[in-house]
């Protein structure tokens, strides 16, 4: 009545120029027709539900059950985890094991071309049992606040670790680091395994979607907010694929993945898990990026004074 497109059906004869017997559109449109008062019925209700008030007593049901609801689904996604890291760890450790065998036995006779099947394998192995791994600490940090165990911190020895954990990776790929950090930066109060694994997370990203023979900078500097709180800022910034100025809003949202980055391997947990860790430290992260030029992730840490 109001003249809005519900949808469309199409019809597609092999044969150019054949019109459609009236007994073969009649169904289509007798469907169609269903459809359109199916539709009808549904707007109807939904009216109906919003204008309609819920008593209190229901209310405080519904949120019972919704409570009950969400704990059972917790323990739905630890228990699958749990389920898909077991066997998958096993599979890891053998393959570990055939390829350690095959280097020092000379009894075992592996093909150049077996060997870079087991290799892929096992790389493939390890990556899925990371998402697992995110997929469940993400789950424990949406529903209860990360109990951090802050010392003091050196710049200099968190910038190490990471470039530690990731050179591997930028080396396969013939990628170049480059990283800076001032001699006179103070330390930071923070959870080092929590902040090392947001600060990987960044860096191993820019690894992952920098082209081979690319460059990455591995940044950290002392800055101050608008309110002229001071801030430790850890910066990577990649010569990658870059992210559009209408998805970067959605970057650290759980599962999204920016449009030209789909294909690769992965789900889309990393930088939700970095924005967690950099909350539960009253810090923040941002994004600067240009499509086709690359991004620059920046992870903020407040300094603190009596510790400076």
């Not at 559109?25 to 469907?31: E, K, M, S, V």
Request: hydrophobic share 40%.
């Amino acid at each position: 009545n109001n003249h809005t497109l519900l949808g469309l059906i199409i019809v597609l004869y092999p044969t150019p120029g054949l019109v459609p017997k009236v007994n073969t559109i009649l169904p289509i449109i007798t469907f169609a027709n269903e459809f359109i008062s199916t539709h009808q019925k549904i707007l109807l209700s939904n009216e109906t539900l919003l204008l309609k008030p819920i008593p209190t007593q229901d209310l405080s049901q519904v949120d019972e059950y919704l409570t009950t609801l969400e704990k059972t689904r917790q323990g739905f996604v630890a228990m699958l985890v749990h389920d898909i890291r077991s066997p998958l760890t096993v599979v890891l450790g053998t393959l570990d094991l055939l390829l350690i065998q095959s280097r020092k036995r000379t009894d075992i006779k592996i093909t150049p071309n077996l060997s870079s099947l087991i290799t892929i394998a096992h790389e493939t192995c390890k990556q899925i049992i990371h998402m697992v791994t995110e997929l469940l600490d993400l789950s424990r940090m949406e529903h209860a606040p990360l109990q951090l165990n802050k010392t003091p911190i050196l710049p200099q020895e968190i910038i190490t670790r990471v470039v530690e954990d990731c050179y591997s990776s930028a080396i396969e790929k013939q990628i170049r680091l480059n990283f800076g950090c001032s001699p006179d930066l103070k330390p930071i109060l923070a959870d080092i395994q929590y902040l090392q694994r947001a600060l990987v997370n960044l860096l191993a990203n820019a690894i992952k979607y920098t082209p081979e023979n690319g460059e990455i900078w591995f940044e950290v500097r002392a800055i101050t907010d608008n309110n002229h709180k001071p801030f430790l800022s850890f910066t990577v910034i990649d010569s990658g694929l870059g992210i559009s100025q209408e998805e970067q809003p959605y970057i650290f949202d759980p599962y999204f993945q920016a449009s030209n980055r789909k294909g690769q391997l992965g789900i889309g947990l990393g930088l939700a898990i970095v924005k967690k860790i950099a909350l539960a430290h009253d810090g923040n992260v941002s994004v600067k990026s240009q499509v086709g030029i690359g991004s620059a992730f920046s992870l903020s840490i407040p300094i603190d004074k009596n510790n400076a």
